[in-house]
């Protein structure tokens, strides 16, 4: 991708979109309605939108490394209460994927500067299930497992949150776990237990 080609493929897309409906960005521009909220890796492989076949408009996306959640990032925080409190979201997905640097990074010892904070909160869930990620003896598989679990961990961030509770009760918001895998091209549903997992933290976390 050569960054002079941009806006010759940018005019190309415009012309794309406007063959199949002249009014498409007219539309476009009258606002947004999204029923998801995806909240996804910066990894220039997981090609959001293309990979759910999704048309601008229909999903809110945020994105950072390693798909995280932390309870006190503004970023994440805002994203979540816009998404539910306004755009009244029905769905929230957190979407991993396998292969995930940021996930690996977090399994080794190196200091990254800046990057430390942020990927401790990795090694936070790897602590939190170390008895089962122990028994995993394969390196690679134990680096998609620990994928799979940070995942689920950001869930329960994500259902953590005073504007997500609420909106479980009143509207039966939905929260799903993802997780895309670079070496097929497949996104896999995690089917996370939540009700089980909820059962065993709301008496902790429950705010409403
Ligand atoms: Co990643």
Redesign the pocket.
Known sequence: MEIKYIFENNQQWVKEKIKTDKDYFKKLSLGQNPHILYIG???SR?STEELMGAQPGEVFVHRN???MVPNTDMSAMSVINYAVTQLKVQHIVVC??YY????KAAMQSADLGILNPWLRNIRDVYRLHKAELDTVTDEEEKYKRLVELNVQEQCVNVIKTSDVQKAIKERQLTVHGWVFDVHSGGLIDLKIDFEKILENIMEIYKII
């Not at 995930?100 to 996930?103: A, I, L, S």
């Open positions: 890796c910066s990894d997981v490394i390693a798909n991993g994927h995930c640097t940021g996930v």
